[in-house]
């Protein structure tokens, strides 16, 4: 069997993220889950992402992650 490959999906909170982290995870790789708003608004899509793990013996984790975040922060010079 080859090496898992560990995967960044941003924006799995729903959409092609979720369903991407979630096809990744099924094809054997190590996926962490991008999303924002993990312990507020988010945290069902959390919960979800955690009982898939659990229900089909896969490796994939939901991360605190904004992307938007890191944009802005980002200077201008080099956008």
């Given amino acids: 069997m080859t090496q898992p490959n560990v995967v960044m999906v941003t924006g ?5 993220g979720n369903l991407t982290a979630r096809a990744l995870a099924q094809a054997g790789h190590i996926v962490y889950a991008g999303m924002r708003a993990t312990t507020t608004r988010n945290v069902s899509a ?3 992402l955690a009982q898939v793990a ?3 013996g896969v490796r994939m984790a ?3 992650m904004d992307v938007q975040e890191r944009i802005r922060s980002t200077p ?3 956008r």
């Fill in 62 to 64: 939901a991360v605190e």
């Fill in 76 to 78: 201008p010079s080099i």
């Fill in 54 to 56: 659990k229900d089909r």
């Fill in 46 to 48: 959390v919960a979800a």
């Fill in 12 to 16: 799995a909170s729903s959409g092609f």
